[in-house]
T-cell receptor, first 112, second 112 residues
């Protein structure tokens, strides 16, 4: 079945450092891809998404490009802030079952 | 304010004592879903509902029940909770199963 694999955390960075969180997927067909963010004590909220190959999703300085050739959707940000500290989940929307399939999440810790 | 609410936010109970976690959304969404979040496993879907009186099993439905008598409410029922149901539970909703899901703040359950 479809699946999502994320890099394990925690990822620990200093403020203003460059961030990459890797995400790869396995899917039949052409799923939509998502990044959700979970701030401490809160539910998940959509950060960005891409619905077809080569689409780039972006929001709040974060970007991710849907790469069909490498089945990847890596999350990047040029300069992280302490307020970006959270858990980030990569997910895909399964075209066969219409379900949202999540990765295991990657905790990001940004220190001043 | 558009939101998904869950109650209670925190619950400690004992094995076998029936409990219900409520979920309500004010966005007139058709699709609602329950997830559990466990360390190292990410989010796994328990049950979902495409509309009133239409529910179906997710990936980990054992030990849970749901109902969808009204569009806005989607309660999660644990008839006889067991310690392996200790987890963080999230309710989510969207207009369709293909669209961005909006998550509630979570319910942390401890079953002793």
């Amino acid at each position: 079945g479809d699946s999502v694999t994320q890099m394990e955390g925690p990822v620990t960075l200093s403020e203003e450092a460059f961030l990459t969180i890797n995400c790869t997927y396995t899917a039949t067909g052409y799923p939509s891809l998502f990044w959700y963010v979970q701030y401490p004590g809160e539910g998940l909220q959509l950060l960005l998404k891409a619905t077809k190959a080569d689409d780039k999703g972006s929001n709040k300085g974060f970007e991710a490009t849907y790469r069909k050739e490498t089945t990847s959707f890596h999350l990047e940000k040029g300069s992280v802030q302490v307020s970006d500290s959270a858990v980030y989940f990569c997910a895909l929307s399964d075209n066969n079952t219409d379900k949202l399939i999540f990765g295991t999440g990657t905790r990001l810790q940004v220190f001043p | 304010e558009a939101q998904v609410t869950q109650n209670p936010r925190y619950l400690i109970t004992v094995t076998g004592k029936k409990l219900t976690v409520t979920c309500s959304q004010n966005m007139n969404h058709e699709y609602m879903s329950w997830y559990r979040q466990d360390p190292g496993l990410g989010l796994r879907q328990i049950y979902y509902s495409m509309n009133v009186e239409v529910t179906d099993k997710g990936d980990v439905p054992e030990g849970y029940k749901v109902s969808r008598k009204e569009k806005r409410n989607f309660p999660l029922i644990l008839e006889s909770p067991s310690p392996n149901q200790t987890s963080l539970y999230f309710c989510a909703s969207s207009h369709t199963d293909q669209e961005t899901q909006y998550f509630g703040p979570g319910t942390r359950l401890l079953v002793l």
